[in-house]
């Protein structure tokens, strides 16, 4: 898993509404890349609708909020429009992006191991550089410690 300090891996990856995003192309702007299992489940929808609640403020603050999963870009754009959602969800559905992060993991549920993401943000600031890692992320409160770090740089 990158650390603070290190450079963020980059990324080219299909995008909600079918275009795609590249992490380099969005320099100098801070971006925030979180990682997060599957669109429309419980925490993974409260931890969108949080982003997208604070989506003024971090456009306020110059970033960018780019959420990751392995969804195609077709549930992407059904979880958007279901919940009114405001931040860029890419697909990355060969879990390349995922594993080069760290948040590809093995994973235990009643007693079975299986392989998935782990939820993680990373605050990649304007130079490209891991300026904050949250692995193992709890949902609430999370966005708004994501923002203040943002506000910090």
């Known amino acids: 898993m990158p650390e603070a ?10 995008r909600d509404g079918g275009d795609t995003i590249t992490l380099s192309g969005l320099r100098p702007k801070p971006v925030v890349v979180y990682f ?18 604070l989506a ?8 960018v909020v ?9 549930k992407h754009d059904k979880f958007i429009a279901k919940h009114g959602l405001g ?3 890419a697909s990355d559905e060969e879990s390349d992006t995922c ?8 994973k235990s549920m009643y007693g079975k191991k299986f392989m998935g993401i782990e939820r993680s943000t990373f605050l990649v600031d304007g130079e ?22 943002v ?3």
């Open 5 to 14: 300090g290190d450079m963020a891996p980059d990324f080219t990856l299909p």
């Open 36 to 53: 997060y299992p599957r669109d429309d489940t419980s925490g993974c929808t409260k931890e969108a609708l949080a982003f997208t609640e």
């Open 56 to 63: 003024g403020e971090f456009e306020a603050a110059g970033a």
């Open 66 to 74: 780019i959420g990751i999963s392995k969804d195609s870009v077709a």
């Open 87 to 89: 931040v860029i969800l």
């Open 99 to 106: 594993e080069r992060y760290g948040a590809w993991k093995e």
């Open 128 to 149: 490209g550089k891991i300026a904050r890692a949250w692995p193992k992320v709890k949902v609430p409160g999370h966005a708004e410690e994501v923002l203040e770090a």
């Open 151 to 153: 506000r910090a740089l």
